[in-house]
Structure formats: structure tokens, C-alpha cells
């Protein structure tokens, strides 16, 4: 009799001590303020420059992961302003010839240098899907049959352009086919430029190819061949068993940090379930080897490689592929990107211009403009791309609220140019 008895206490303090514990999850916490009156915790009106103790949801909670809790405080968010370049000749937009893929500005004494693809063709390009139709003189991809240029400016608007820089070495050498998506790299006073190297057109199994760098002691060249597959694919079942694309170096903990990015789950016979990251692989010579990072790959999301050193770490601009395109990153070492925040019309293939890209800076400043490209310059069938400048704030040396505005209004035109597609008509 007297054990039921105690049993039955023992019950009913679990049992009021459970119900306990659930309604002080469920509702929220009290405290006694500074007069000493009961108050529930609820969400601050005056919004906290730190993460509260007390319990959130992961979305209020997630707001102080980022740089800062409002976008309009973020430092690594901005809006993007663009400008057309001047002096660069389309002739007419015919689609014989394209400029694309910049490599960063650097400025030496007062001038802007930088590098990109030229294709300078008879005809346009006839697309990826007929690669092989493609001859010595009809381009598949916007990027056959292409070499790289440069061009220098004063002011990063008004462009000159002054020539070849590394062109298509003889066959079968590689790059015979094309040499194209240049990016820079000063390093101890020698200028490095990076490239992808086909020795196919791009498209005959995959946009397929290995990188190159050619090296010189002026930014006007004459640039030496330094050698190939400086990025070493990965052995084959590994993401970038096939290609090393957008070779993109900082100097960054003494080191160099070469990004570039790969395109995975896709073969010659099944293209369409592709994805795309971007790896890490690190050298002391410019010349290599080039080790790749054992986290490859570092980005899950984007497509041509954006990074600069920012504060103690390095940021990232994700474009286009991936659940996380559209945003800029931040990896306080380098290596492990986190989303910074999420962004509108984002410039496409960008290339910042940091004075600080190079120089292993300990504390990254940021950027305030750049170039980037718009790949549908042309009518059908005249096919080409043109470079422009873009503009943010994403610098700790800019103070613009405008740039920092999160709302980014289109004319409704903007909006009815994407039409539905002929399978949504046809219903
Ligand atoms: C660009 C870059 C690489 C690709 C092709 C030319 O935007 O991603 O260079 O190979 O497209």
C-alpha cells in the first residue's frame, strides 16, 4: 500500500515537472526586467547589433550569422550599377567578333591593363550542339577559335585597345584550338596570365580543356609560354576529371590561390543534369605545382570564378549555378565560403579591380568596380559577347546607402522579355 502510495507521488512530479518543461519550450521564456516586472522575451523591437540569448527560430536567429543583421548594414551586400565600355568594335554586331570573360583590371603607374578572349571569325558561331561541323574556320562556342587580347584605359570606361597578347600555338600544342578566359597574376614584379587551353572546339564531348600560363616582365608583353595543365584534372569519377575552367589567382597567406571551376555530372552522352563548384589549388611558384585545396570543391554554386581578399579572409560572387547562385560568400580562411548575402543582377564574369589583390594583404578592403560581360549581345545566329563595367559598394573604404538600397525596381518591359516558353502557350 504505502510503495503504490509513493509511486503515485513520484508520477504525478514527473508528470507536472514534463508538462513544465513543454510549456516553457512553447511559449516564451519570462524574465523580470529592470523593474523587476515580469516580461515574456519576445523579439526586440529595436534590433540587436548582437545575437539575443534567449530562444529564436532559425531564421531570426540566422539573421546574425550575417555581416549584419540588416542587408543595408552588410558590407558584403551592394547593388550593381553597369556602364557600356567605349572604344571596342563590334562591327555592327554581325557576330564575326567578341570580346568576353575580362581578366581583372591591375594599374600599372596610371594605366588599367586587362586581358580577355578575342574570337575574330568569318562567321559566327554555329553553337555547342554542332561542335562537329565546326572546321578551322567556323567556331562552335563564342570562345573557338579565340585568342587573347588586351587593352588599356585611364578611367576603366573609355578602353584602347593595343593587341594580341598569347596567341593560338601551332597544333598540336595545346590551345592550338583556342586560348580563351585569361585572368593575371603580378607576382614578385612579372606579370602571369592563366587561360584555358582546347585542343578540340568546345562542345565536341563537353566545354573540355586544360589551363595554360604564358609570363612576361611588362603588362605589354612579349608573354613566354610557362607551361600546361597548371590545374591537374582530377583522376577520372572526380568532379573536375574534365575540365579546369576560369583560372582565378589572389595572393592570399603568402601563397598563391588559384580558384577555378569545374562543370560535374554531365557526359559527352548526357549534358543536361550538369552541376557546377569551384576548387582551390595553391602554389609558391606561379609556374607551380599547383596543389588542390583536400575540401575541393570550396563554392557549391556560381560559374565564372569573382574572389577578393576581404578583411581577414576572402569573398566570393556567386553566380547563376547552384541553390546558391546570386549571392556573395565569405570563407575567413579562404577555403570555407558561408553565404554573406543574397544579391540582384549580378554581373556576369566579373573582374574586380582590387589594388590589393596581390598583395597578400592582411586585412582584404573590398571593391568598387570592375568588368564583366553580357553573353547575348547579338540577334540569332550572330552570336557575341561584349565587356562592360559594373559598380557596387562592396568596399570598406565606400560608404554609398544608395548601393546599399535592397530594392532594385524594372521597367515591366524588363519583365514581359521573359515570355513563356512555347510548351506553357501550347497548354
Ligand atoms: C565562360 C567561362 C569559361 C567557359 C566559357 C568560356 O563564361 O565560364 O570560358 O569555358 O564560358
Known sequence: MKLDRINFILGMVLGLLLAYGFLSCSRPVNTANSNGVQTAQVFPHKMPDKKPDFPMSIATARMFDYPAPRAQDNELFSQFKYTPLRGFDYRQGDGTVSRRDPSRPIKVDSLYYIWYTKRDTKVPPIGSERANEATDEIPSTDWDLAEIWYATSI???????????????AKPKPGWRSVCTPDILVWKGKYYLYYQAFD?????KGDWCPVSVSYANSPDGPWTHGGDQIIPFGKKGEWDQDATHDPYPIVYRGQIYMYYKSAYNKWPENRKHYAVAQGLATATDPLGPFVKHALNPVLNSGHETTYFPFKEGVAALAIKDG??????????DGVNFSVASTLSLTPTAAAPYAPDMFTDSKYGRGISWGLCHFINAGSPGKGYSIMARFDCDLSLDLDDPRMKDTGVWHKPEVYFQQKMHRRQTEK
Not at 578540340?200 to 565536341?204: N, T
Open 323 to 332: 541553390n546558391e547562385r546570386e549571392t556573395m560568400q565569405y570563407a575567413p
Open 200 to 204: 578540340e572546339p568546345s562542345g565536341l
Open 155 to 169: 578611367d576603366g570606361i573609355e578602353w584602347t585597345e593595343q593587341g594580341l597578347a598569347v596567341e593560338r600555338p
